[in-house]
């Protein structure tokens, strides 16, 4: 069973920081692609960055280059994303999600991905 559950979001002023997590559970967070989505009203689902699980592999959106920061603990199973300078349009929902066995290839798309979590809403105002 494949579960992807994010925390860490929340309401922040314009420039301040949240951190959100990513808990993996299953066994394929080994090897994983493991990426991070956002969406807001009336958009589409875009990414946001990417991590290899199992290598030093990231990727990021050029609107988050320099802002964001996307790590990983693997003995806990965690992704997580460092947001930094947050700006009103950085609000969205963020999601999770997985893809077992691939190196990722950017900040890949909607379709790249197999499991996805509920998302954490963040608001920056």
């Known amino acids: 069973h494949v579960q992807l559950v994010e925390s860490g979001g929340g309401s922040v002023q314009a420039g301040g920081s949240l951190r959100l997590s990513c808990v993996a559970s299953?066994?394929?967070?080994?090897?994983?692609?493991m990426g991070w989505f956002r969406q807001a009203p009336g958009k589409e689902r875009e990414g946001v960055a990417s991590?290899?699980?199992?290598?030093?592999?990231?990727y990021y959106a050029d609107f988050v280059k320099g802002r964001f920061t996307i790590s990983q603990d693997n003995a806990k199973n965690t992704v997580y994303l460092q947001m930094n300078s947050l700006k009103p349009e950085d609000s969205a929902m963020y999601f999770c999600?997985?893809?077992?066995?691939?190196?990722?290839?950017?900040?890949?798309?909607?379709?790249?991905?197999?499991?996805w979590g509920q998302g954490t809403q963040v608001t920056v105002s």
């Open positions: 999600a997985a893809t077992p066995g691939f190196s990722c290839v950017g900040t890949g798309s909607v379709s790249d991905f197999h499991y």
């Open positions: 299953g066994n394929f967070y080994r090897s994983s692609c």
């Open positions: 991590a290899y699980t199992a290598g030093d592999s990231t």
